[in-house]
């Protein structure tokens, strides 16, 4: 018992205790990264998966199948991590950002907003839920690259004849054009995708009229347009509309929620950049 008093015995037993607890660690960590486990809620997970996208349980061919995929990509992302391919990799990088970006919206609880706190989202944000300017019209249409300088002033001359002659057939009229003649009941920002903001914004500013009106510009040339037809944009009552605030408020306020969790953990960080004091 005396020699177990010994400064020298003590540190000799210690440190063949932690050789010993160290070679036991190692031997399970070497047996663990050597094993590839394919656990039962994985199995679950991979059936669950295979009937989402074929919309039937998978066969004992297709589950043979998934676990070999598996097992194979398992066994190669271990030997990427342990040759050190994910060092550096901007692309895993933004994976795992990503990843953790999703953990942290998952792990908070929605907030519940009142009834005033919609109403006044519906108030303030009256243009989400605004039903746009739709349009009925017919166009002719004036090519510049066709007619040069003269676009414009072959459709002004035009637009006089047919004010002056409402029956004139117009089908025959102005240049070759890729999209419609006419547009039944069509939104204003229909509009700005197929012929362009400047356009849309002109024809929301014009009145239905028995009249041609124009030239109007668009983003391929000059139009004469016949607006027989408008309905203006109308705000859609909150009551019709009430699930699409809520989900609008919800969003809104987990995003916030999660821009703050994000600058948190951010903020856990001292960021040093070489050659910035």
């Known amino acids: 018992m005396k020699y177990l008093r010994e400064p020298l015995i003590q540190f000799v037993v210690a440190a063949a205790l ?18 590839i486990f394919v656990s039962e809620p994985e199995l679950e997970r991979l059936a669950a998966l295979y009937a989402s996208e074929a919309g039937a349980l998978p066969g004992p061919e297709d589950m043979t199948t998934m676990v070999s995929d598996y097992v194979r990509d398992e066994a190669l992302a271990r030997e990427a991590r342990r040759l050190g391919l994910d060092q550096n990799d901007t692309i895993i990088t933004r994976r795992l950002a990503q990843k953790m970006s999703f953990m942290v919206s998952d792990l908070r609880e929605d907030p519940v907003p009142s009834e005033d706190t919609l109403r006044e ?21 004036f090519s510049p690259s066709v007619r040069g300088d003269a676009a414009e002033k072959d459709a002004e001359t035009l637009l006089a004849e047919l004010n002056n002659n409402p029956t004139m057939e117009t089908a025959a009229l102005g240049d070759p054009f890729m999209l419609q003649r006419q547009y039944g009941d069509v939104p204003v920002r229909e509009l700005a995708r197929q012929f362009g903001v400047e356009f849309a914004a002109a024809m929301a500013g014009l009145p239905a009229s028995d009249d041609w009106q124009g030239p109007v510009r668009s983003a391929l040339g000059l139009h004469l347009v016949h607006i027989t037809h408008k309905t203006p944009a109308a705000l859609r ?8 605030v809520k989900r609008d408020w919800v ?11 994000i600058a948190d953990i951010i903020a856990r960080y001292n960021v040093e950049i070489e050659g910035v004091e």
Do not use: C, M
Not at 18 to 35: E, I, M, R, Y
Not at 121 to 141: G, K, M, N, V
Not at 237 to 244: L, Y
């Open 18 to 35: 932690v050789f010993g607890l160290h070679t036991a660690w190692q031997a399970w960590q070497d047996k663990s990264d050597s094993t």
């Open 121 to 141: 989202w519906y108030q303030a944000h009256a243009d989400r839920f605004t039903e746009p300017a739709r349009l009925t019209f017919s166009q002719i249409f």
């Open 237 to 244: 009552p909150f009551e019709e509309v009430r699930a699409e």
């Open 251 to 261: 969003e809104q306020k987990r995003r916030e929620a999660n821009e703050q969790a």
